[in-house]
T-cell receptor, first 117, second 107 residues
Framework: GAGVSQTPSNKVTEKGKYVELRCDPI?????LYWYRQSLGQGPEFLIY????????DSGLPNDRFFAVRPEGSVSTLKIQRTERGDSAVYLC???????????????FGPGTRLTVL | KNEVEQSPQNLTAQEGEFITINCSYS?????LHWLQQHPGGGIVSLFM???GKKKHGRLIATINIQEKHSSLHITASHPRDSAVYIC?????????FGAGTILRVKS
């Protein structure tokens, strides 16, 4: 079956521009996660959706970052007024239905490599 | 603050060697995840465990909840095992990742 897909695979933009990154989770997965991975480091958490709502957005670095999941499936990560420090690989993952105790396998997309010039 | 530390950062092994990668975390967790990342970025989940030990093929993962420590073992290592291995602890439905261990297995 289809895995998690992300588009675009690469995005090059200029400082100050607005970008949108898209994630298509595995069909039926209620949980969706966004992570950011800088070169040579492990991924860092940005935001977690359960259904349509952001259950935890504590990882978003500042108010230039925003994410939506209006119908509980596809999600878009939006970055305003991009800065060079935003350059990273943005990873999306989905999981079937983490319970209150959490602990469900997350399936990762291939990532979007964002480069801000 | 929830911190996850891995060791070693880099590991080079000869084909056939037994490999151990260690992971320590600071906060009580729902589960500990081991993931594999190949060059080009794709991340694959290897294990999710909250107690004891799990085995899949040549890979074994163990966890000691009291000591807040987990290990990933690879038996009879092979060059195709070369990748970055990342541990992550799941706390409050989000993963906190270690920096990863870069493994290179030479033939």
């Amino acid at each position: 079956g289809a895995g998690v897909s992300q588009t675009p695979s690469n995005k090059v933009t200029e400082k100050g521009k607005y970008v949108e990154l898209r994630c298509d989770p595995i069909s039926g997965h209620t949980a969706l996660y966004w992570y950011r991975q800088s070169l040579g480091q492990g991924p860092e958490f940005l935001i977690y959706f359960q259904g349509t709502g952001a259950a935890d957005d504590s990882g978003l670095p500042n108010d230039r970052f925003f994410a939506v999941r209006p119908e509980g499936s596809v999600s878009t990560l939006k970055i305003q007024r991009t800065e060079r420090g935003d350059s990273a690989v943005y990873l999306c993952a989905s999981s079937l239905n983490p319970g209150r105790e959490g602990a469900d396998t997350q399936y990762f997309g291939p990532g979007t490599r964002l480069t801000v010039l | 603050k929830n911190e996850v530390e891995q060791s070693p950062q880099n590991l080079t092994a000869q084909e056939g060697e037994f490999i151990t990668i260690n992971c320590s975390y600071s906060v009580g967790i729902s589960a500990l995840h081991w993931l594999q990342q190949h060059p080009g970025g794709g991340i694959v989940s290897l294990f999710m465990l909250s107690s004891g030990k799990k085995k899949h093929g040549r890979l074994i993962a163990t966890i000691n909840i009291q000591e807040k420590h987990s290990s990933l073992h690879i038996t009879a290592s092979h060059p195709r095992d070369s990748a970055v291995y990342i541990c992550a602890d799941e706390y409050g439905n989000k993963l906190v990742f270690g920096a990863g261990t870069i493994l290179r297995v030479k033939s």
